[in-house]
Structures are given as structure tokens and as C-alpha cells.
């Protein structure tokens, strides 16, 4: 039972424009949402999460968007620098329950 | 500094044979979780724990046992019952869910079965 689902398994996009990634959930019980980062054989980290009493948040370069009716949240990041090339996570938590989607590789070409 | 150390890094496990990945934190957080993390599949709990004594299954439990003796330590055995071949196995560890509560990692461990 899949609750937290990312369908683009890669993304691609120039230095300097900008990246969306997309986060579908179906747990209507979520009450943050929250991004990580993470590079080959390290631990994930976070980056950004949002509230589920919210519809968007800004950190710098990254904001996340959350539109509950649609049970759809994304991150866009804006401009995109080739250090941004890494595996990204979407993950919903329930009070101690935290799930994961299966990320979406982004690669920001120079 | 404060953080999630995970050893040994690499390991590698025999079939039949039970090995324990260890974890230990010294960010005083409460809850620890374990996560496994196979080829081009997100991240799928095996198993949390939100006080010390006390710990629950994820959705991979099966073929894996943990113990919750103390607060800054949630070591992970992997028995031989567990037929995944590798996999990178990351701990993690969260305050209390008063805000975001979001988790921090440690760098993982990667278990290879031979």
C-alpha cells in the first residue's frame, strides 16, 4: 500500500531554470509533508516541509506547494544549480509514521 | 557533534547467518527508525521505536528484530530469514511531533548477501 507516490522516477532540467518536482499522497491523515535531498551512499536530509494546514511554503531557492483537494504536493526550485543533482523524497507523516515516496533522480545540466 | 552514526558502512552476510547493524544517536531524540532502501525504490520502514522498552513494526518487518534497551541506541539485526540480496539500510531519528519533526539521518549501511 503505496500512500506517498512520486511517478517521475527522473528529472532533467537546464542550470538556471527552473525544477518541479511532484509528490501524490492518499492518506488524507497527513499532517506535514516534507522533502529530503539525498546523494549516493548517504543518508538522506532534509529540506523543506509544509504543513497540512498550509498551501505553500518558501525557503530561498526551494518552495513547496500543497494542494490538499488534490491530495498533491511539489517542490519547485528556482533557479536550479547543477549542485541541486540528487535524489529527492517526498515523505508524509502521521504523528510518528513518516512514508516515503520512491524519489525522482533530478540532474541540472551546466 | 550531534548526530546519527550508523557502522560498519559496508557489510556482507553469509546465507544463513544473523548480522546487527548498529546505531547510535546523540541528538537526545526520542523516536529512532529503521528504513530500508532497495535498487530504485524509495525509502520503506522495517521497524520505529518512539520511547525506550517500546517498538513497532513498519511495512518490511519480516525477517528483521530490533531492541530498544536504551535511548540513543536502536541496533537492527538482519536474520536469516531475510532473502534480500542488498540493500542500504539507513537509520534515523526524530524529535518529538510537536512541529515537523522531521528525521535525521545517519549515512547508512550497505548489507550485501553472498
Known amino acids: 500500500d503505496q500512500q506517498v507516490k512520486q511517478n517521475s522516477p527522473s528529472l532533467s532540467v537546464q542550470e538556471g531554470r527552473i525544477s518541479i518536482l511532484n509528490c501524490d499522497y492518499t492518506?488524507?491523515?497527513?499532517?506535514?509533508f516534507l522533502w529530503y535531498k539525498k546523494y549516493p551512499a548517504e543518508g538522506p536530509t532534509f529540506l523543506i516541509s509544509?504543513?497540512?494546514?498550509?498551501d505553500k511554503n518558501e525557503d530561498g531557492r526551494f518552495t513547496v506547494f500543497l494542494n490538499k483537494s488534490a491530495k498533491h504536493l511539489s517542490l519547485h526550485i528556482v533557479p536550479s544549480q547543477p549542485g541541486d543533482s540528487a535524489v529527492y523524497f517526498c515523505?508524509?507523516?502521521?504523528?510518528?509514521?513518516?512514508?516515503f515516496g520512491a524519489g525522482t533522480r533530478l540532474t541540472v545540466k551546466p | 557533534d550531534g548526530g546519527i552514526t550508523q557502522s560498519p558502512k559496508y557489510l556482507f552476510r553469509k546465507e544463513g547467518q544473523n548480522v546487527t547493524l548498529s546505531c547510535e544517536q546523540n541528538?537526545?531524540?526520542?523516536?529512532m527508525y529503521w528504513y530500508r532502501q532497495d535498487p530504485g525504490q524509495g525509502l520503506r520502514l522495517i521497524y520505529y521505536?518512539?520511547?525506550?522498552?517500546?517498538?513497532q513494526k513498519g511495512d518490511i518487518a519480516e525477517g528483521y528484530s530490533v531492541s530498544r534497551e536504551k535511548k540513543e541506541s536502536f541496533p537492527l539485526t538482519v536474520t536469516s530469514a531475510q532473502k534480500t540480496p542488498t540493500a542500504f539500510y539507513l537509520c534515523?531519528?526524530?524529535?518529538?511531533?510537536?512541529?515537523?519533526?522531521?528525521?535525521?539521518f545517519g549515512e547508512g549501511s550497505r548489507l550485501t548477501v553472498l
Open positions: 534515523a531519528s526524530s524529535r518529538p511531533v510537536v512541529n515537523t519533526g522531521e528525521l535525521f
Open positions: 492518506n488524507s491523515m497527513f499532517d506535514y
Open positions: 509544509i504543513s497540512s494546514i498550509k
Open positions: 515523505a508524509a507523516r502521521n504523528n510518528n509514521d513518516m512514508r
Open positions: 541528538l537526545n531524540h526520542d523516536a
Open positions: 521505536s518512539q520511547i525506550v522498552n517500546d517498538f
